[in-house]
């Protein structure tokens, strides 16, 4: 997957927008203006996912490529 790939993805939710509050390359994904997703658009070997802390547990658990933010 690209950056292109996951941008097209999250802004097809509903209500996603795509904000750059930090700095050019670090775009940031919101719904309702909380945040989801942050990425930065030249490493992709690194993503956040905003998620319950129960659901990280279980897809550490299930996904050696998963790791704490």
């Known amino acids: 997957m690209d950056i292109l790939d996951l941008r097209e993805y ?3 939710l ?3 927008e795509e904000t750059t509050p930090f700095d050019d390359s670090t775009i ?7 945040w ?3 990425a ?6 690194h993503v956040v ?3 319950p802390v129960e659901r990280g547990i279980e897809l ?10």
Not at 60 to 69: F, L, Q, T, Y
């Open 28 to 34: 940031v994904y919101k719904i309702a203006g909380k």
């Open 40 to 45: 930065d658009v030249d490493d992709l070997s």
């Open 49 to 51: 996912i905003h998620h």
């Open 36 to 38: 989801f997703v942050v």
């Open 10 to 12: 999250l802004l097809s």
């Open 60 to 69: 550490r658990d299930e996904w050696r490529e998963i790791g704490p933010a």
């Open 14 to 16: 509903p209500r996603a």
